[in-house]
């Protein structure tokens, strides 16, 4: 198994480099993803940082349907939590569009669309995105207070 996923690895970053040497305009993109496919294989061989990492993302998505919930029901969006988490991982999926500034926008348009498709009037599906935006950069700027305050030193 491991012989086999050494060999795509390595057809990949050949692939990148070969494609970067003939394309002289793609050169910096294609050895970036080399260096990803390369950076891929070495954390592909840790099976319990790669199932950390699930989990940790799991426990996000699920912390962020659990927002929506909430501020959902305060806003008498009647919703089962089950369609607040397919909900949720839609808007999830449309905020990886690389479109707009920290998607706003995308993240509206999304909700207004799958709330409306649920029966949700725009003007509660608009102000559970909104909300939920203003929420976020909140938390953006706790975080960022604490980093610049020096009160939790990475090293």
Do not use: H
């Amino acid at each position: 198994m491991l012989s086999k996923n050494n060999f795509f690895y390595n057809f990949i970053s050949n692939l990148f480099l070969c494609l970067a040497k003939k394309f002289a305009w793609f050169n910096q993109p294609m050895i970036e993803l080399s260096k990803a496919a390369d950076a891929w294989r070495s954390y592909s061989k840790n099976t319990g940082l790669i199932f950390y990492s699930i989990f940790v993302g799991c426990i996000f998505q699920l912390s962020g349907v659990l927002v929506i919930f909430i501020l959902g029901k305060s806003l008498m969006i009647n919703l089962l939590f089950f369609d607040f988490c397919w909900i949720f991982g839609i808007v999830s999926l449309a905020l990886l569009l690389p479109l707009t500034l920290g998607g706003l926008g995308i993240r509206e348009w999304t909700f207004v669309g799958l709330l409306g498709w649920v029966g949700i009037s725009s003007e509660k599906a608009m102000a559970l995105s909104l909300v939920f935006f203003a929420l976020q950069i909140f938390d953006a700027l706790i975080g960022g207070s604490i980093e610049l305050s020096g009160l939790i030193n990475n090293k």
